[in-house]
């Protein structure tokens, strides 16, 4: 490594140097010989006051920099600094455009060498990584990060970042590294002269074991085929008793405590298998339920030689039993077993079409970084899987180009071999256990021809989700952007995208072959269709708002959309999806055309131009099953709940229109359950008030035929938990909701002093959240404590909960997702707060046509729906708090209606026993403090 790099960070006073901010920090490591050779760094004299919130990212006030120098005053040195040197920094062209500003009003002659960014090189060198800011790089590399925002410390620690990038870079096989500096030309670094400069100092590792080269790229070796496993009968014995259990586990696992739950759910569910029976458990947290049931399935599956799926709700779990679970099982058990993940078919690269596209010239920026991901990406990865790489949004839409779709016109014998997906078929019909997601299981009973191998055996884990995925896998949904996305895909003519390049490749069919329609009249059609979709979603959101007229103050609606309505904005929403339609089906008649005609042709049509025809047909596909949901939706008079959802505030952006069925039961028990020998659903919320009959209900199980079993959590709850109700709140139907945030934001700030933070408040809706949230900031009285908020702070729920357990003083506020699926265990979180029971909104569409229904029946919809659906939510929220037997906490529900209603002790009989204190906020404060 013989070039100079110098590393640069800065603190500035705001974002933009053109509009008077300066830098008020300067921080350079000099990297030279592949070693730190200097550091300099500076407080910078501003001669303008500090913002208080740069004052509270960076530490650095106005009395630090008072006596500090002018930049001008150190301009010399960092001039000679960047003497011949790369200019290096994460995100250099924000530090760049400072630097530039500042050096040119000190009268230099600014900077005009090469520029390096870690964040780019970052993007495409860890392509799987769940972030690329700085902290969490440095986590992830285990660097020593001590003061973030300091310019002195983030240049370090961007310096040290930079040297294991480039030895990350060395190792690449040169047949990449070619790849790489071909399309590195469109980055915003100067990584292409990087790269040609340092092209033949890099070690040639395109020999290493682990790599090895497929037409002209270079892909991590598969594994050699499984090894036969010769059975012994003995080893495939269920272990009956509890001491065989005990001996086995310890086998692989010496620290194992006995959980008597536990073992009782290995046998409930090697019976239900052994006797095919379909079987519910509830087993309580801590129970162990992956391995209650993962450990009789590898035997039952050995024993049949039968596939057993396993079948979760999130990937979290699937990536957990993948990579925790399943090899402790394979450590204790005394034979082989073979676990595989298996998803949709789009979740898979089709390696054709990547290696197609790879040399396209006029790519936009994303779809150049995306290509370089997946280069280095395909040196590491065994799956193909696309829930491995970061994607950025622009990379996203280059993916759909490239995932792997069934292909109608040829069979492609180059990448046979090294293909993703036939690889996780052949992997998933040889394996014991096969781990897959509920809406790949539920593919089967639409029809639609899952994946799957066939199994009469399946395991539902997070089984209380079954319900909610089959109602919207039976449903419809039609948004804006993707609807736009697709049209937008065939383009006009002159857009030179498919439309364009499927005329090109017709050029020579007869006239009489375009009778229906020309290229010109094709194109009239298309600007007709791009027209039409913008109106019918704006005649969409005009039929939203009128409905919505009388929601003062709510930014995110929902409404029903009923067949009895005949308002005129409904007429003129279904006069438009008649014209799309008829606009769709001519538009796709002109396609049969010239897609039969080509196919017609397929022998004389290169691989590229047969791909062509490939994208033309998958597009058409869409197309169809576009107008085929006009059609349901808007024009046939089909059963379905239909409604729809928007933000008023950019209605035509984020209008969804959703269709669902009131009730999935007879679907799931006709065309699931009827099939199968064995289900077993497991979850830690299934019960109501200890009976499983709300569920068996709502998924279409007889009683009589299913096995229940409850498994309590073996936490001693009445000593882990305290149960608090404050009675100085207002009933909360009984004031406006600006008076109830008033209520509950003093007693939030009351809590969250009391417990120093570490405090999860669950909403039920985003509209109360925000409020709350903005009224705490402008308090004031909670400065000192981080406040992460979904919907508003950046980042996925997980990322959120990351940052979460990061402070020691974080208030973390969330809505629907939060109130299941979150683990922060230990002393991370020790308070959790119920802002209100979480009844569904008895206007929301589903809840108000499942309701009706069941008045219809005879029923009662408060009873036999909408309280043990609020119970199940409930019970989920009071699980986030105690995740291990020695956590401790409270919780705080401030709806009072737990207490002063006949129902409300459904809510407290439906989870475990614990003590139950009720008073003002004031005296609960000093009891939680104690407490805790």
């Not at 983030?154 to 190792?171: C, G, Y």
């Not at 309590?712 to 109830?740: A, H, R």
């Amino acid at each position: 490594m013989l070039n100079k790099f110098v590393v640069i960070d800065l603190e500035t006073t705001g974002n933009t140097p053109k509009k008077g901010d300066k830098i008020i920090q300067f921080a350079a490591v000099v990297i030279e010989n592949g070693k730190i050779t200097e550091q300099f760094s500076s407080l910078i004299n501003p001669e303008k006051p500090i913002p208080v919130f740069i004052e509270e990212l960076t530490g650095i006030n106005d009395e630090m920099v008072k006596d500090a120098p002018l930049f001008t005053e150190i301009s010399e040195k960092v001039q000679s600094l960047l003497e011949g040197a790369y200019f290096v920094a994460h995100n250099v062209l924000f530090d760049l455009s400072f630097l530039q500003e500042e050096l040119l009003q000190a009268g230099s002659e600014g900077f005009y060498g090469s520029v390096l960014d870690t964040v780019e090189m970052a993007r495409i060198l860890y392509p799987t990584a769940d972030s690329y800011k700085l902290s969490d790089l440095a986590e992830k590399e285990k660097l020593t990060h001590d003061r973030p925002h300091q310019a002195d410390s983030d240049a370090l620690v961007t310096a040290e970042l930079f040297l294991i990038l480039l030895k990350r870079l060395s190792l690449l096989p040169t047949v990449t590294l070619r790849q790489l500096t071909q399309l590195s030309g469109g980055l915003k670094s100067d990584l292409q002269l990087f790269l040609e400069d340092m092209m033949d100092t890099f070690e040639a590792s395109n020999i290493l074991d682990s790599i090895e080269i497929v037409n002209d790229i270079a892909f991590k070796k598969n594994h050699t085929e499984k090894e036969t496993d010769i059975l012994n009968k003995e080893d495939c014995k269920y272990p009956e008793s509890e001491e065989e259990k005990v001996e086995i586990i310890r086998h692989g696992f010496k620290s194992f405590i006995k959980r008597v739950g536990q073992f009782k759910m290995m046998d409930t569910v090697y019976q239900s298998l052994q006797l095919s029976r379909h079987t519910l458990i509830e087993a309580g947290t801590g129970v162990g339920k992956s391995l209650g049931y993962l450990l009789p399935l590898a035997y039952f599956a050995k024993q049949n030689k039968r596939p057993i799926i396993v079948s979760t709700h999130t990937i979290q779990l699937q990536e957990q039993l993948l990579n925790k679970e399943i090899p402790f099982l394979k450590n204790i058990l005394p034979f082989k077993i073979d676990a595989v993940l298996l998803k949709g078919r789009n979740q898979y690269l089709n390696l054709e079409k990547f290696h197609q596209t790879l040399m396209d010239e006029n790519d936009n920026y994303d779809t150049t970084l995306t290509k370089m991901q997946i280069l280095v990406w395909l040196t590491e990865t065994e799956t193909g899987d696309r829930d491995e790489l970061n994607l950025s949004s622009g990379g996203q839409l280059y993916w759909n180009k490239i995932k792997e779709e069934p292909s109608i016109l040829f069979e492609d014998k180059g990448w046979q071999e090294r293909d993703f997906y036939q690889k996780a078929i052949r992997n998933a019909n040889s394996a014991d256990i096969i781990i897959t997601n509920h809406s790949l299981l539920l593919s089967d009973i639409k029809g639609a021809g899952s994946i799957l191998p066939a199994s009469d055996y399946v395991v539902i884990d997070e089984g209380h989700h079954l319900e909610k995925v089959a109602s919207r896998f039976f449903g419809y949904s039609l948004d804006y952007l993707s609807t736009r996305l697709l049209i937008s895909q065939f383009g006009t003519y002159e857009q030179k995208q498919l439309f364009y390049e499927m005329e090109q490749l017709t050029s020579r069919l007869p006239s009489s072959g375009k009778k229906f329609f020309t290229s010109f009249e094709l194109n009239q059609l298309v600007l007709d269709l791009h027209y039409e979709m913008d109106e019918f979603f704006k005649l969409m959101a005009l039929y939203a708002k009128a409905k919505a007229a009388n929601k003062k103050g709510i930014n995110r609606i929902k409404v029903r959309f009923t067949s009895t309505d005949s308002c005129r904005e409904r007429k003129a929403l279904v006069h438009s999806a008649e014209r799309m339609s008829f606009l769709i089906k001519d538009v796709l008649n002109a396609i049969d055309i010239r897609i039969n005609w080509l196919k017609a042709q397929k022998d004389s049509l290169s691989i590229p131009e047969l791909n062509k025809v490939e994208d033309v047909s998958g597009f058409a596909a869409e197309l169809d099953e576009l107008r085929n949901i006009l059609i349901s939706c808007f024009i046939k008079d089909s059963k379905e709940v239909k409604w729809i959802e928007m933000d008023i505030r950019s209605p035509q952006n984020v209008t969804t229109f959703l269709a669902q069925p009131a009730t999935v039961a007879m679907q799931l028990k006709e065309k699931f359950f009827e099939t199968k020998k064995a289900v077993i659903l497991t979850s830690a919320t299934l019960t109501v008030n200890r009976s499983f009959d709300y569920i068996m209900r709502e998924i279409g199980l007889e009683a009589n035929s299913t096995v229940q079993v409850s498994i309590p959590s073996p936490f001693v709850y009445k000593d882990q938990v305290q149960l608090l109700i404050p009675n100085d709140l207002p009933e909360i139907n009984s004031v406006s909701l600006e008076e109830y945030v008033i209520a509950i934001t003093e007693h939030i700030i009351t809590i969250a002093e009391a417990t120093k933070g570490r405090l999860l408040i669950l909403f039920t809706a985003y509209d109360m959240l925000k409020k709350t949230y903005e009224l705490i900031k402008e308090s004031g009285f909670l400065n000192e404590y981080v406040l992460i908020a979904q919907g508003i702070s950046s980042g996925s729920r997980s990322r959120l909960t990351r940052n979460f357990q990061r402070y020691e003083k974080a208030i973390l506020l969330g809505t629907s997702s939060f109130w299941e699926g979150v683990d922060i265990p230990g002393e991370d979180l020790s308070c959790l707060v119920i802002v209100r029971l979480p009844f569904s909104p008895p206007d929301e569409p589903l809840t108000e046509a499942k309701c009706q229904l069941i008045v219809q029946q005879g029923r009662n919809a408060f009873s036999d729906y909408s309280l043990p659906e609020a119970i199940l939510r409930f019970k989920q929220g009071f699980g986030r708090l105690i995740r291990t037997e020695t956590d401790r906490g409270v919780i705080i529900v401030f709806d009072r209606r737990i207490v002063t209603t006949q129902y409300g002790k459904s809510f407290l009989q439906s989870i475990p026993p614990v003590p139950v204190k009720k008073g003002k906020m004031e005296e609960l404060a000093g009891f939680i403090q104690n407490w805790l």
